[in-house]
């Protein structure tokens, strides 16, 4: 035995359809396509959401809503994590960069700070922008506030 005269196992594949060969290969004539239509056609090809004739789904689904191109997203941070963070590492002054730093916002992202949780320190706080709510606990305790 060698690579010469070796065989795929009798029944493991099946005979490939010779299409197009005349009448007696049972594949002559139209060549499996049947008759006529578009399909039948040398060069076809569906197109991505063709249906039929039918309106596509991508046109029949209503479109509503626009997006504003001025939208500014803001990473809000709770005055609460602020605290957090202040015990952790003995802040007296958060900055943006420090926010950076200890890993809660990504550089070039606007930060909003919220009021939501307590405020237990004094802080001067450095932000792009702040809710009423956590001015009035950062200034309660005697903390400064400066918009970026």
Do not use: W
């Not at 005269?5 to 290969?25: C, D, F, M, V, Y």
């Not at 309106?55 to 809000?76: D, H, S, W, Y």
């Not at 992202?109 to 802080?123: C, P, R």
């Amino acid at each position: 035995m060698d690579l010469s005269n070796l065989k795929p196992a009798k029944g493991s594949t099946k005979g490939k359809k010779r299409i197009g060969r005349g009448q007696g290969s049972g594949y002559g004539g139209t060549s499996t396509r049947g008759h006529k239509g578009q399909k039948s056609r040398s060069g076809y090809s569906k197109k991505i959401g063709f249906e039929g004739g039918q309106m596509p789904l991508q046109r029949r689904v209503p479109k509503f809503g626009f997006t504003n191109i001025n939208r500014k997203e803001f990473k809000a941070i709770n005055i609460g994590t602020l605290q957090e963070l202040a015990e952790k590492k003995n802040f007296t002054d958060v900055s943006v960069d420090k926010l950076i730093d200890a890993g809660l916002v990504q550089k070039n992202t606007l930060v909003k700070i919220l009021g939501e949780g307590e405020l237990k320190t004094k802080l001067n706080v450095k932000a792009h922008a702040f809710s009423k709510s956590a001015v009035k606990a950062i200034e309660a305790l005697g903390g400064t506030v400066e918009k970026i």
